[in-house]
Nanobody, 126 residues
């Protein structure tokens, strides 16, 4: 069985940075895309960023463009989310998700992924 595990969350002041990691463990996990989503208290889960392994395509939500960078290390089966210039509005539980079937584009919806991690809390203080 394959598991995705997020790490790197924590408490940071506004303007600071964090780097989240999403690592696959268990059986060999072959994904076509990995995405990061977040869910703030009382709000719906929303797409943050995603990456396709083939072609190294990336996609970002408008709210994080220019501040967050998604990258992947296929040898380690790990995807990173570098978050810079953090704002209190970025406070949420961050989830990574994997898609095992081929996709032309980076999926941006929850239904575009079929494997999810447990999430990691990111809190940005003002």
């Amino acid at each position: 069985q394959v598991h995705l595990a997020e790490s790197g969350g924590g408490l940071v002041q506004a303007g600071g940075s964090l780097r989240l990691s999403c690592a696959a463990s268990g059986r060999t996990f072959s994904s076509s895309a990995v995405g990061w989503f977040r869910q703030a208290l009382g709000k719906e889960r929303e797409f943050v960023a995603g990456i396709r392994w083939s072609g190294d395509n990336t996609n970002y939500a408008d709210s994080v463009k220019g501040r967050f960078i998604i990258s992947g290390d296929s040898a380690k089966n790990t995807v990173y989310l570098q978050m810079n210039s953090l704002e209190p509005e970025d406070t949420a539980v961050y989830y990574c998700a994997g898609r095992r079937t081929w996709s032309l584009l980076v999926p941006t919806t929850i239904n575009g992924y079929d494997l999810w991690g447990q999430g990691t809390q990111v809190t940005v203080s003002s």
